[in-house]
């Protein structure tokens, strides 16, 4: 199959090296050779995902093509030891840090055989256990966002439950139309609020040689003094966020809202939320293209604002930003800054004095995991095949720099899963943050 080399042109100066991993634990044991060929159906139907990753000239180029990167494994155990911390949350009345599950021994649990830089865009690796499995899709940063990558989940679903899927399109970014030409205009919040502008995106970011130079001296100057233990490290831990004090904190910051023009009242997915796609005309109905519609979110926050500010203030703070960042205007305007500068190299812009503070959240919640269908593969087709838990991973995003916490919905009992980072000392202290009311959300 011939393939066909496209750059785009629209992508987050922070995504390119990345991929975006989705491991998910299924209750079920099943068929190898199905899930195998069902991974070839699909990259035969979207050859978007059968291409490679060319990382020389920016911005880098994907090609089609018919690669099938599929790897399997058995393990002589069962789901019990991974049921463990996932059932554990369940019985938790506040914020609970889940010891049971270490974030780095899951990674490598769900991820094998899966070189630093791939040079696939696409990669499937699966884990048959005694009772269960282990799915993992990978899909390069660069190309797709969490949304695209669950679209990518969900179709492979589909093929496996024998029901059809859309058919792909390149984004318009790769054909050589400008993604914020897409932009609809004339949203009612954008009076709500001001947006963005062009040179305000610009300034969230570093260009240029020397700055961006400086910049990486002062990350490796860093990573040095944490090598020495001279600073502290940052350590990764899941906490469990109950279904019942979600909802309570929620209610505290809508209080705040009301005499405020932020627009509707926010639901628990969306106060902090910067994709773009909810602005930008779609294309032709049954029709699909994977594209990455991350946008930057940014808001400072200083570490005696988290402490000693309410609930409330924060979060209000934060969904201002929210409105601010994710207007028309705004997105637009964030959209051919990243258009203009899409040959350059561009990081984020960290004040120059301190240490070097960048902490991304992103948000997984409205991704609905619990209804994948996984049975069209289920060796037994009396049971039931559930998705018990979702492990989201960004990975080749330098670890202790540039850390990202996710916050995902849980699949059983409500709930939410937050994958965080946080010093060792801040960790100790996390249990009376849990309880004050200073405790940030």
């Not at 634990?25 to 060929?37: C, F, K, P, T, Y």
């Not at 991304?360 to 049971?383: H, I, P, Q, Y």
């Not at 060792?424 to 009311?437: L, T």
Request: charged fraction near 20%; glycine fraction near 6%.
């Amino acid at each position: 199959m011939e393939k066909v080399k496209y750059r785009c042109r629209t992508v987050h100066p922070l995504t390119c090296n990345a991929m975006v991993f989705t491991g998910l634990i299924v209750d079920a044991h099943l068929d190898e050779i199905v899930l195998r060929q069902t991974a070839a159906q699909l990259v035969k139907a979207w050859p978007a995902l059968g291409g490679q990753l060319y990382r020389s000239g920016r911005p880098y180029a994907h090609s089609t093509g018919s690669t099938v990167d599929f790897a399997s494994r058995t393990l002589p155990k069962g789901a019990a030891s991974w049921k463990h911390g996932v059932l554990q949350s369940t019985e938790c009345s506040q914020p609970t840090v889940i010891d049971a599950l270490d974030p780095e021994e899951l990674d490598a649990a769900f991820i094998f055989n899966v070189p630093a830089r791939p040079a696939n865009t696409f990669l499937i690796r699966v884990t048959l256990l005694q009772d269960a499995n282990l799915l993992c899709f990978g899909i390069s940063h660069h190309l797709a966002d969490g949304t695209a990558a669950y679209d990518v989940i969900r179709a492979y679903c589909d093929l496996l439950a024998g029901r059809p899927i859309t058919s792909p399109l390149l984004p318009p970014d790769a054909c050589g139309h400008r993604m914020s030409d897409r932009v609809i205009p004339n949203d009612p919040q954008e009076k709500l609020v001001r947006s963005i502008t062009y040179a305000e995106h610009l300034s969230n970011f570093t260009t240029g040689f020397w700055p961006i130079l400086l910049l990486i001296a002062r990350v490796v100057w860093c990573l040095l003094l944490r090598k020495l233990c001279l600073q502290e490290t940052l350590q990764e831990r899941y906490i469990y966020l109950p279904d019942d004090w979600v909802g309570a904190m929620h209610k505290r910051p809508l209080a705040a809202f009301a005499p405020t023009t932020v627009g509707a009242q926010p639901t628990r997915n969306n106060v902090i939320n910067a994709c773009y796609r909810r602005v930008v005309e779609p294309p032709q109905p049954g029709t699909y293209w994977i594209h990455n519609s991350i946008g930057l979110l940014r808001h400072k926050l200083s570490v005696s604002q988290i402490q000693n500010e309410s609930v409330a203030k924060l979060a209000g703070g934060l969904r201002l930003v929210s409105l601010r960042y994710t207007s028309p205007a705004s997105i637009k305007a964030f959209l051919r800054m990243c258009e203009d500068h899409s040959s350059q190299r561009m990081l984020p812009k960290i004040p120059a004095k301190g240490r070097v503070p960048m902490v991304m959240v992103t948000t997984w919640t409205g991704f609905d995991f619990a209804r994948l269908d996984f049975s069209g593969a289920a060796c037994d087709e009396n049971k039931p095949v559930r998705v018990l838990f979702v492990h989201p991973l960004v990975r080749s995003l330098p670890q202790g720099v540039r850390p990202s916490a996710h916050t995902l919905k849980g699949v059983r009992e409500g709930g939410y899963w937050l994958r965080a980072w946080n010093t060792p000392s801040g960790w100790k202290r996390f249990s009376q943050m849990v309880i004050a009311d200073t405790l940030m959300f």
